[in-house]
C-alpha cells in the first residue's frame, strides 16, 4: 500500500516555458490550465512576496483539475525574522488571507527559512506551535525548510515530529540537506538541474528519484540520503516532489519525465 506522488513545478508563469514548454502561442492567462494538465501540483511562490485575495485562490482551484495540488510558500514575513516564535501575528494573517478556498487542492504550506537562520532549539520549538492544525474546518499541513547547518541534529527532528511537521529534503548544491522524515507526508525539491540535460537531471538519476518517491509513499526512509535520527515508523505518506531553482527552464521536463516513472 502507497500513498499518492505529487509532482511538480515552482510556479508556472516563466517567460522562459513559452519557448519550450507552453505550445507557441499559448495564452498567458491558460498558462495554469496548461501546466496543471501536464504536472500533478505547483508550489507558488508568490504568496512569499505578497498577499492574495481570496478569489484569486478560488480561479486557481477552478482552473486546476481535480487530484492537482498546490503547494504554498508562506510570507516572508513570516520567516524572515529574527526570533520566529514572535510570528504569531503574520502567520495568522497568512492562512486567513483565503487560502482555504484551494479546499482539497490545497497542498502543504511550505515555511523556507532563511539560509543564515541558525537552530535555536526554543524560538524553532515556539515557531512550530505556531502553525495551525486547520484553517476554516480545511486541514493544514505544514512543511519547514531549513539551509543552515545547525539543524542537522537529532533534536530538530524530534521537534517536527512531535510537531507532525515534515522536513524538506532539498537536493541543493548550496545547502546541507536533511532527509528525515518528520510528519505524514514527505516534501522533496529537486534543486540541483543542469540545462545542458534535457529535462535537468540525468535519466539515470532520474530512474534514482522516481525510486526514491516510490519508498518515501510506501512509508519507507530510503537509503542513500542523510539522516540524523532513527528512522520514522513505515506507514504509507503523501509524496511531493518539486523540480525547482537550478536550471529553471528545465523544470516542466524534468517533473514530467519523473511521472512517467511512476505508474
Not at 122 to 150: K, M, N, T, W, Y
Not at 239 to 257: D, E, L, Q, T, W
Request: charged share 20%; glycine share 8%.
Amino acid at each position: 500500500m502507497t500513498s499518492p506522488i505529487r509532482i511538480g513545478i515552482g510556479g508556472w508563469t516563466y517567460e522562459p516555458w513559452r519557448d519550450s514548454f507552453y505550445p507557441p502561442k499559448w495564452p498567458q492567462k491558460r498558462e495554469l490550465e496548461y501546466a496543471s494538465r501536464h504536472v500533478t501540483a505547483i508550489e507558488v511562490n508568490g504568496t512569499f512576496y505578497s498577499s492574495f485575495k481570496p478569489a484569486t485562490f478560488a480561479g486557481w482551484r477552478d482552473t486546476a483539475p481535480d487530484g492537482f495540488v498546490f503547494a504554498l510558500k508562506a510570507s516572508r514575513y513570516c520567516v524572515s525574522r529574527k526570533r520566529l516564535g514572535e510570528a504569531g501575528e503574520s502567520v495568522a494573517r497568512f492562512v486567513g488571507q483565503g487560502i482555504v478556498e484551494l479546499g482539497d487542492k490545497l497542498g502543504p504550506i511550505l515555511w523556507q527559512l532563511p539560509a543564515t537562520k541558525a537552530f535555536d532549539a526554543d524560538d524553532i520549538a515556539a515557531f512550530l506551535a505556531l502553525l495551525p492544525a486547520a484553517e476554516g474546518g480545511v486541514r493544514l499541513r505544514h512543511a519547514i525548510q531549513v539551509r543552515h547547518g545547525s539543524f542537522l541534529v537529532p533534536e530538530f527532528v524530534a521537534l517536527c515530529r512531535a510537531a507532525g511537521v515534515a522536513i524538506v529534503f532539498a537536493d541543493s548544491a548550496d545547502h546541507p540537506a536533511l532527509a528525515d522524515v518528520s510528519g505524514d507526508f514527505t516534501y522533496a525539491r529537486l534543486e540541483n538541474a543542469r540545462e545542458e540535460e534535457p529535462a535537468g537531471y540525468a535519466p539515470d538519476a532520474l530512474d534514482r528519484w522516481a525510486q526514491v518517491a516510490r519508498g518515501w509513499a510506501a512509508g519507507e526512509s530510503p537509503a542513500g540520503l542523510p539522516y540524523v535520527a532513527d528512522p520514522a515508523p513505515v506507514r504509507p505518506r503523501d509524496a511531493f516532489v518539486f523540480f525547482i531553482n537550478g536550471a529553471k527552464v528545465r523544470a516542466p521536463h524534468g517533473a514530467m519525465a519523473l511521472i512517467e516513472r511512476i505508474p
